[in-house]
């Protein structure tokens, strides 16, 4: 489909372990972006990368977060060492302008659950 | 603190008739405001915009009204159809598109038939 893939959907991890989440942008979009989602929450940005740069980390809620788009296309979320609280639906979105100029476009998100 | 509030977590409206879906925001720096639909087991989709310059954006069904004395916006859709059935969320953001967009919580809309 054209639209964003993100894999798994679905994710139990044991608390200590670590996991990593894809997101496969639209084709040709430059802007990528991280949320997260608890439950009875609306979405909350995690990182924003305009190609390969990560332009804006300022919503990752600790050092156990990591994110890459090493060439510009696929990215991949990181949490190292989860805990509890990491529980939530981690969406991925994408633009084809740089920054928040034009409506994001979700995937249908990686539900974690941490246990 | 929440920087876009929707205070309303449940709407129930009867299929034909008027959903009114209501956003507040407390930073008067946003001047962008955008509305998402979201199916479970979906990602959030986008439905309309409106730009501070602005006071009204309509796109069929739907229209949105910014108040911005008031910091308040809301999402009209007109006439409610079983299938507007879904979580609404309020999202704004500030400045030339370089800041993230802020959302809020959410309200879940039931259209019954």
């Known amino acids: 489909g054209a639209g964003v893939s993100q894999s798994p959907r679905y994710k139990v991890a044991k608390r200590g372990q670590d996991v990593a989440l894809r997101c496969d942008p639209i084709?040709?979009?430059?802007?990528l972006f991280w949320y997260q989602q608890a439950l009875g929450q609306g979405p909350e940005f995690l990182t924003y990368f305009q190609n390969e740069a990560q332009l804006d980390k300022s919503g990752l809620p600790s050092d156990r977060f990591f994110a890459e788009r090493p060439e510009g296309s696929v990215s991949t979320l990181k949490i190292q060492r989860t805990q509890q609280e990491d529980s939530a639906v981690y969406l991925c979105?994408?633009?084809?302008?740089?920054?928040?100029?034009?409506?994001?476009?979700f995937g249908n998100g990686t539900r974690l659950t941490v246990t | 603190d929440q920087q876009v509030k929707q205070n309303s977590p449940s709407l129930s409206v009867q299929e034909g008739r008027i959903s009114i879906l209501n956003c507040d925001y407390t930073?008067?720096?946003?001047?962008?405001f955008l509305w998402y639909k979201k199916y479970p087991a979906e990602g959030p989709t986008f439905l309309i915009s409106i730009s501070s310059i602005k006071d009204k954006n309509e796109d069929g069904r739907f229209t949105v009204f910014l108040n911005k004395s008031a910091k308040h916006l809301s999402l009209h859709i007109v006439p409610s159809q079983p299938g507007d059935s879904a979580v609404y969320f309020c999202?704004?953001?500030?400045?030339?598109?370089?800041?993230?967009?802020?959302f809020g919580k959410g309200t879940r809309l039931s259209v019954i038939a």
């Open positions: 979105a994408s633009s084809p302008r740089q920054g928040w100029n034009s409506p994001l476009h």
């Open positions: 999202a704004a953001r500030r400045g030339s598109g370089n800041t993230p967009l802020v």
């Open positions: 930073n008067s720096m946003f001047d962008y």
């Open positions: 084709s040709g979009h430059v802007s």
